[in-house]
């Protein structure tokens, strides 16, 4: 017998929560396909199926005649129903708000469609979680975890709906709220503290209780990584009043958010001068070197999301963690929440996310991961010696027929109105629990740096940098945030990576060694592909590399700037690319040096063997 749709379930039975996993991953193909047939049958007559199936809800004919869209291809339609119209344009169930996306993946926020089932979808997903964790982590229920959640305004639309991150939605409804008690899943933060629409009231008032609570403590984390460094920084520079406040048992004036003020001073009922003691030691201790682990000594691990552009954090991540497991749990986006990772106890770089198939219908783009340079055996370049790219591919493959070590971008029909949405996720397949593929998220779709005939993408991106800072380990730097931009203003036009450091001592002052910074450039060069160096050595399209180092807290004003046009706080990640010119002044201002690379990297054309 096939699992329903959205299953009910005791979040506290690990058990049940694991046999329910077990029948979803085995029967991955009979769910797809009642969850495709579920869909259809609710949402055949809408006007935008109906227009290419006729009111009817044949399996076939919907991959045969419903094509395979972008957002653009749907934007009219959600905005006919942000400005108005009824829901069944695209639904047959009632829209009740719209999701919109961080903006920071690939321009301007999108929105996406939802319905109060959705929430209930996205429980049932929270749930299952937890008897994941407690089949490699003991103890959970003895203690609880701090975890850093915000929220973020609503925008109003004509029609009177709301839209707000995915993040916002789920905290501020009653399936988070109203929730039932889970002895698993306690948190230090008060409700109150996380919908606090002020950010930095909300995260002072929840460092502030997870402090307070620092024994009891199991586990702490953040959305993504970027989230839990920026808790980290503000550590950095507010832990002497958080200590005064926990000494004396009062909450600083700032705070004016009434809900906040009255939840936080109930876990902080009294002095509490030892504590405050014991916590101001360890901030005075000449290296922050572990400090999470310092200051929750009972924690297991970090709960953050670290794989995609998120990679680049680790490094500084297990500087302060003090050996605690990273662990990224979900899979999810503003569309439709994906996957959960099986084995999370696995290493960073080892992630992978089984994909639950009652969330969605899913199916795959494949997807040609690298096109290689052919040149004759004399080693003359020749333009028809390139091999290019193939054409686009959109004949997609199904969720249980992917196969083991090849590349799919990812596409979605979900339960609220997307019919075979490109997500612009490219993934990685890995392996299988059951009948289920796992995948490893790589990067996103054309978030790429080029001048010429360069494509340089977020994971080529981050294996560069990561090779070029290796070179400031010796000196006692930590690269904590970079972006990029392709500077076409000078001929021929070139990279510019901005980077922010830090020194692993407490010392602000950055003295900045001319040939290591030189030796980044050239570093970074040598690491990217076969395309970007031909254009460098051999055709010189592409000008030297440049390493533009900004002052401490570039990255934050960056993220202000990208807030104040419309990201959330819980959900921004700082883009690997940035095309704003604002955005570039905004990091242009800051630069502290600036260096360039002196050497050109090494090429050789692909050779192609005679049969």
Same mark, same amino acid.
Request: proline share 5%; with cysteine; charged share 25%.
């Given at each position: 017998?096939?699992?329903?749709?959205?299953?009910?379930?005791?979040?506290?039975?690990?058990?049940?929560?694991?046999?329910?996993?077990?029948?979803?991953?085995?029967?991955?193909?009979?769910?797809?396909?009642?969850?495709?047939?579920?869909?259809?049958? %609710?949402?055949?007559?809408?006007?935008? #199926?109906?227009?290419?199936? /006729?009111?009817?809800? +044949?399996?076939? *004919?919907?991959? $045969?005649?419903?094509?395979?869209?972008?957002?653009?291809?749907?934007?009219?339609?959600?905005?006919?129903?942000?400005?108005?119209?009824?829901?069944?344009?695209?639904?047959?169930?009632?829209?009740?708000?719209?999701?919109?996306?961080?903006?920071?993946?690939?321009?301007?926020?999108?929105?996406?469609?939802?319905?109060?089932?959705?929430?209930?979808? %996205?429980?049932?997903?929270?749930?299952? #979680?937890?008897?994941?964790? /407690?089949?490699?982590? +003991?103890?959970? *229920?003895?203690? $609880?975890?701090?975890?850093?959640?915000?929220?973020?305004?609503?925008?109003?639309?004509?029609?009177?709906?709301?839209?707000?991150?995915?993040?916002?939605?789920?905290?501020?409804?009653?399936?988070?709220?109203?929730?039932?008690?889970?002895?698993?899943?306690?948190?230090?933060?008060?409700?109150?503290?996380?919908?606090?629409?002020?950010?930095?009231?909300?995260?002072?008032?929840?460092?502030?209780?997870?402090?307070?609570?620092?024994?009891?403590?199991?586990?702490?984390?953040?959305?993504?990584?970027?989230?839990?460094?920026?808790?980290?920084?503000?550590?950095?520079?507010?832990?002497?009043?958080?200590?005064?406040?926990?000494?004396?048992?009062?909450?600083?004036?700032?705070?004016?958010?009434?809900?906040?003020?009255?939840?936080?001073?109930?876990?902080?009922?009294?002095?509490?001068?030892?504590?405050?003691?014991?916590?101001?030691?360890?901030?005075?201790?000449?290296?922050?070197?572990?400090?999470?682990?310092?200051?929750?000594?009972?924690?297991?691990?970090?709960?953050?999301?670290?794989?995609?552009?998120?990679?680049?954090?680790?490094?500084?991540?297990?500087?302060?963690?003090?050996?605690?497991?990273?662990?990224?749990?979900?899979?999810?986006?503003?569309?439709?929440?994906?996957?959960?990772?099986?084995?999370?106890?696995?290493?960073?770089?080892?992630?992978?996310?089984?994909?639950?198939?009652?969330?969605?219908?899913?199916?795959?783009?494949?997807?040609?991961?690298?096109?290689?340079?052919?040149?004759?055996?004399?080693?003359?370049?020749?333009?028809?010696?390139?091999?290019?790219?193939?054409?686009?591919?959109?004949?997609?493959?199904?969720?249980?027929?992917?196969?083991?070590?090849?590349?799919?971008?990812?596409?979605?029909?979900?339960?609220?109105?997307?019919?075979?949405?490109?997500?612009?996720?490219?993934?990685?397949?890995?392996?299988?629990?059951?009948?289920?593929?796992?995948?490893?998220?790589?990067?996103?779709?054309?978030?790429?740096?080029?001048?010429?005939?360069?494509?340089?993408?977020?994971?080529?991106?981050?294996?560069?940098?990561?090779?070029?800072?290796?070179?400031?380990?010796?000196?006692?730097?930590?690269?904590?945030?970079?972006?990029?931009?392709?500077?076409?203003?000078?001929?021929?036009?070139?990279?510019?990576?901005?980077?922010?450091?830090?020194?692993?001592?407490?010392?602000?002052?950055?003295?900045?060694?001319?040939?290591?910074?030189?030796?980044?450039?050239?570093?970074?060069?040598?690491?990217?592909?076969?395309?970007?160096?031909?254009?460098?050595?051999?055709?010189?399209?592409?000008?030297?590399?440049?390493?533009?180092?900004?002052?401490?807290?570039?990255?934050?004003?960056?993220?202000?700037?990208?807030?104040?046009?419309?990201?959330?706080?819980?959900?921004?990640?700082?883009?690997?690319?940035?095309?704003?010119?604002?955005?570039?002044?905004?990091?242009?201002?800051?630069?502290?040096?600036?260096?360039?690379?002196?050497?050109?990297?090494?090429?050789?054309?692909?050779?192609?063997?005679?049969?």
């Amino acid at each position: 017998m096939l699992p329903r749709m959205i299953p009910s379930y005791n979040p506290n039975d690990n058990e049940h929560g694991l046999k329910l996993l077990e029948d979803l991953t085995t029967n991955a193909y009979e769910v797809q396909q009642q969850v495709l047939e579920e869909i259809l049958t %609710k949402n055949a007559q809408t006007e935008y #199926l109906s227009a290419f199936l /006729n009111g009817h809800y +044949d399996r076939k *004919d919907f991959k $045969k005649k419903v094509p395979v869209v972008n957002y653009e291809d749907v934007k009219p339609y959600i905005e006919r129903i942000a400005n108005g119209e009824p829901s069944d344009i695209i639904s047959a169930q009632k829209i009740t708000e719209l999701l919109t996306s961080s903006g920071t993946s690939g321009g301007q926020p999108k929105m996406m469609p939802s319905t109060v089932e959705d929430l209930d979808r %996205k429980t049932f997903f929270y749930n299952l #979680l937890v008897p994941v964790m /407690n089949k490699y982590v +003991d103890g959970l *229920d003895q203690g $609880k975890g701090m975890y850093l959640l915000f929220i973020k305004p609503e925008i109003s639309t004509p029609s009177g709906l709301v839209a707000r991150p995915v993040l916002t939605s789920y905290y501020k409804s009653s399936n988070f709220r109203n929730r039932p008690f889970n002895r698993y899943n306690i948190y230090t933060s008060p409700d109150e503290t996380i919908l606090c629409l002020d950010s930095k009231q909300s995260m002072y008032c929840q460092l502030l209780c997870g402090l307070v609570q620092r024994d009891e403590v199991m586990r702490v984390g953040a959305v993504f990584a970027s989230a839990f460094l920026r808790a980290i920084k503000f550590l950095e520079d507010h832990w002497k009043e958080l200590c005064s406040n926990i000494g004396s048992g009062h909450i600083s004036d700032w705070i004016t958010d009434p809900s906040c003020r009255n939840a936080v001073s109930l876990v902080l009922s009294k002095p509490n001068p030892d504590l405050a003691n014991l916590i101001e030691y360890e901030f005075n201790n000449k290296s922050w070197e572990g400090i999470v682990k310092r200051l929750w000594p009972r924690t297991k691990y970090i709960e953050v999301i670290v794989t995609g552009s998120m990679a680049q954090y680790i490094p500084t991540l297990e500087f302060y963690s003090g050996g605690l497991p990273l662990i990224s749990t979900m899979y999810a986006s503003s569309e439709c929440y994906f996957g959960i990772n099986f084995n999370p106890l696995s290493k960073p770089h080892d992630v992978a996310y089984t994909l639950l198939p009652n969330m969605a219908y899913f199916e795959f783009l494949p997807v040609e991961k690298h096109h290689e340079e052919v040149a004759p055996c004399n080693g003359v370049s020749d333009q028809n010696c390139i091999k290019e790219e193939e054409k686009e591919n959109l004949e997609t493959v199904d969720l249980v027929d992917v196969k083991l070590g090849h590349y799919y971008e990812l596409v979605v029909t979900t339960f609220t109105g997307l019919y075979r949405y490109r997500v612009g996720d490219i993934l990685m397949v890995t392996g299988f629990h059951n009948n289920a593929p796992q995948f490893r998220f790589m990067h996103r779709r054309n978030v790429v740096l080029s001048i010429d005939t360069d494509k340089t993408n977020e994971e080529d991106l981050l294996n560069a940098v990561t090779q070029a800072k290796l070179l400031l380990d010796p000196l006692g730097f930590l690269l904590i945030e970079y972006t990029s931009y392709a500077d076409t203003s000078s001929i021929p036009g070139h990279y510019v990576l901005f980077w922010e450091l830090k020194t692993k001592e407490k010392n602000d002052l950055i003295e900045l060694d001319t040939n290591i910074m030189e030796q980044c450039c050239s570093t970074v060069e040598e690491s990217l592909d076969s395309v970007y160096r031909r254009c460098r050595r051999k055709d010189n399209s592409i000008g030297p590399l440049e390493i533009r180092i900004v002052k401490h807290g570039a990255f934050d004003a960056l993220m202000d700037f990208s807030v104040s046009q419309g990201s959330s706080v819980n959900q921004y990640k700082t883009p690997r690319c940035i095309k704003s010119e604002e955005a570039i002044k905004i990091l242009d201002s800051r630069v502290v040096g600036r260096f360039f690379s002196k050497s050109t990297p090494l090429w050789e054309p692909f050779r192609m063997e005679t049969k």
